[in-house]
């Protein structure tokens, strides 16, 4: 048996080998293969999914500690604002030692800028794999024909991720692409995207199962990871409202998917990722930390941010308090102890407000799976004018948008 093979595996441990992985698209055992990007391999096909001001290094570390063998990928970093070498990017850009597969993600309209941000992360071997993004339903960034807008213009679209392969593909650098299913139903694109991806040499595809219109509200529609799973040879990264373990089981079984990425359902419970990797291996252990083990999670990822800040307490614990409040969820905490917490300035603040609490309290079993993060539906989809007109770019169009490219984007 190979060690491919041995490491094939279902729900209840058990080797099945020879089986046609997108056979079991129906109720049945899991089958769970490691992945290959390139030379990079993946043996848990869990991905930390890119979020902004969430997935710096401090964060990744402490997912990866939890669920090793995966991918942790660094939040949407602007190509422009590489390209000028912006601090507050290349801080995003940096990686602990610890990081098995440095995995970096880029955002560009442009394509020749994208292609010269690549072009630095391969002269400055600054990652291991580079993902693109055209999935930010952001309206600051489809405005400008951005992330998930982007797909639709088919030239725009094909030219970002050939260039960036051209750079990346001779330095051993695989490259991914994360996608929506598209602008609206009236406006998919998520197969062709995924086809065009695969065409031009990318490593994987990832889809999150919702259109730009509906933005974090309502359901990862799976089915659509299913449909894209039958039209593509390379994998698919399944992404869009996994809360549990027991959730990227159900994925990988209803699509055939070969991985699953993970967002908000890990804020403030990196632990999610030693649940996957059990579940994918055939274990029901889970991981339930009382309040006084997240606290002490807490103290660490305060420590670790402090060190990304390069030991400035105030930004690192500035950065911390959202990340209390989503580890704090569903713990008998009450307003006034939250407030506090929102208001400290350094991490003795964070442990005098912590020692008022039961650190004895169990983990919330009512919470445990269920939705978490941000969840609300876009009021509106923000377009280039006239963007949905055509499938292409004219001249004009071009020079507007890249003119307009934005420095700094947030999700
Ligand atoms: C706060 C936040 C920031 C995000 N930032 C990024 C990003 O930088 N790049 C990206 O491709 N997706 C980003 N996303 C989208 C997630 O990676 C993911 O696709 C989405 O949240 C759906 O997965 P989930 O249901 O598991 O959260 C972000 C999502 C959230 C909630």
Redesign the pocket.
Known sequence: MSKHDEDIIDERGDSRLGEDPRSTATAGPVQIHPVDLGHIHVPTPVML??????TNWPFRVICEEYGPDGLYVA??ITARALVARNPKALRLCRFAPSEKIRSL?LYGVDPSIVEQAARIVVDNNMADHVDL?F??PVPKVTRRGGGSALPWKTDLFTEVIHRVVSVCGPAGIPVTA?IRVGIDHEHETFLEAGHIAQEEGCAAVTL?ARTTAEY?GGH?DWSRIGELVERLDIPVFG????WGADDALTMVRETGCAGV?????CQGRPWLFADIKHAFEGSDERTNPNLGQVCAVILRHAGLLTEFYDGDERMAVHDLRKHIAWYLKGFPVGGTTRKAFMECENIADVKRVMDTLDLQAPYPQRIIDKPR??VRYAKKVHLPYGWLESRTTTHEQRETLFGDDPMDVS?
């Open positions: 999914s890119p979020m902004a001001g969430v939040e949407m993600q993004n999935g930010c994360k999150h974090y990862s992404n869009g409202d996994i990425a993970i967002g908000r359902g993060g941000r999700y």
